[in-house]
């Protein structure tokens, strides 16, 4: 809470032989959130015990943006509602099976200028974020937001 640090990674779907693939929705840098609480979420991310809530998701998003700006300034970022059962305006990355629609998902992107550049992760910090976010004890959280 204090750094603010995230990682951005290929998207989860992906093992390492998909990123061999000549595929766009392949080459990007992501970070996943989800819009809503869903407890099941616990059982689909094994070893994850608590949540985090983010209460300013304007000031959550630029500051995403600008740090990711900084550590790949040769990138194109973006960050969208994930579609579930149709296809997205911005593409395959954007777009999942409707049987995951639970997920709610919030997604941001970042993919390179150049072929040249790695996919490897990438750590950001935003900076303390303990005013817009907190993050909840899985038990807690569910009892209060249920």
């Known amino acids: 809470m204090t750094l603010g640090e995230f990682r951005l990674r290929p998207p989860a779907n992906l093992g390492p032989a998909d990123l061999l693939r000549p595929n766009p929705a392949n080459n990007y840098l992501t970070l996943s959130l989800t819009q809503s609480w869903n407890e099941s979420l616990f059982d689909a991310f094994l070893g994850a015990d608590s949540c985090l809530i983010i209460h300013d998701t304007e000031e959550f998003g630029e500051r995403i943006h600008r740090a990711a700006q900084k550590a790949l300034p040769s990138w194109a970022g973006i960050d969208a509602a994930v579609s579930y059962g149709a296809p997205s305006p911005l593409g395959a990355l954007f777009s999942k099976a409707r049987g995951e629609a639970h997920q709610k998902e919030w997604m941001f992107a970042w993919r ?19 005013g817009i976010a907190e993050l909840r004890d899985k038990s807690i959280a569910a009892s209060l937001l249920h």
């Open 112 to 130: 390179p200028t150049q072929s040249t550049l790695s996919l490897n992760p990438v750590f950001i910090q935003i900076g303390n974020i303990e």
